[in-house]
T-cell receptor, first 116, second 113 residues
Framework: NAGVTQTPKFRILKIGQSMTLQCTQDMNHNYMYWYRQDPGMGLKLIYYSVGAGITDKGEVPNGYNVSRSTTEDFPLRLELAAPSQTSVYFC???????????????FGPGTRLLVL | KQEVTQIPAALSVPEGENLVLNCSFTDSAIYNLQWFRQDPGKGLTSLLLIQSSQREQTSGRLNASLDKSSGRSTLYIAASQPGDSATYLCAVSPGAGSYQLTFGKGTKLSVIP
């Protein structure tokens, strides 16, 4: 299994440009997440999904959009990039079933984004 | 709002020492607590997950304890090695779905050979 993969690894954007960060997992996990990590800070949840077709906002959703058309893929869209979106973005996935044992989240290697 | 604090922010120890990393949280109504390791430029790797009903979890040289009533957790690393150098993050979950993980800022550990 490749686990959680993210592309690209690094990207420079100009203010106002748009881009999509790709995330794919091959573990058949139902839950997927997007986090951002600013220097010296913990991770903050942007969006999450509990299954295909279902997404919801996390703590810092402004300026981002997501979709979940398949179990495997969970892309994050940045519209009108701003310098405040300069960060490292992590995608994660986990498996959960009601009344089951909660499992840990598995993280991708991250995408470093610089907005100038 | 849940807040997670990790002290110290950075720690440097000589190889072979035993060490303790601390994590505190403000709301004791948690479902579980997890410790993660993050290497520079890499993603997070889960080390230990403690359910709220448990007191501790062990994996090799690592032992994590949880005192939910006092809002504290510790990660004990025995016989530290240079390969243990990384940033260690703790995170708490308020509910069974885990989508609301709240992270601390981490403790950066350096083990000196």
């Amino acid at each position: 299994n490749a686990g959680v993969t993210q592309t690209p690894k690094f990207r420079i954007l100009k203010i106002g440009q748009s881009m999509t960060l790709q995330c794919t997992q091959d573990m058949n996990h139902n839950y997927m997440y997007w986090y951002r990590q600013d220097p010296g800070m913990g991770l903050k949840l942007i969006y999450y999904s509990v299954g295909a077709g279902i997404t919801d906002k996390g703590e810092v959703p402004n300026g981002y959009n997501v979709s979940r058309s398949t179990t495997e893929d969970f892309p994050l869209r940045l519209e009108l990039a701003a310098p405040s979106q300069t960060s490292v973005y992590f995608c994660a996935s986990s498996y959960y079933e009601v009344a089951g044992v909660q499992e840990t989240q598995y993280f991708g290697p991250g995408t470093r984004l610089l907005v100038l | 709002k849940q807040e997670v604090t990790q002290i110290p922010a950075a720690l440097s120890v000589p190889e072979g020492e035993n060490l303790v990393l601390n994590c505190s949280f403000t709301d004791s109504a948690i479902y579980n607590l997890q410790w993660f390791r993050q290497d520079p430029g890499k993603g997070l790797t889960s080390l230990l997950l403690i359910q709220s009903s448990q007191r501790e979890q062990t994996s090799g040289r690592l032992n994590a304890s949880l005192d939910k009533s006092s809002g504290r957790s510790t990660l004990y690393i025995a016989a530290s090695q240079p390969g243990d150098s990384a940033t260690y993050l703790c995170a708490v979950s308020p509910g069974a779905g885990s989508y609301q993980l709240t992270f601390g800022k981490g403790t950066k550990l350096s083990v000196i050979p």
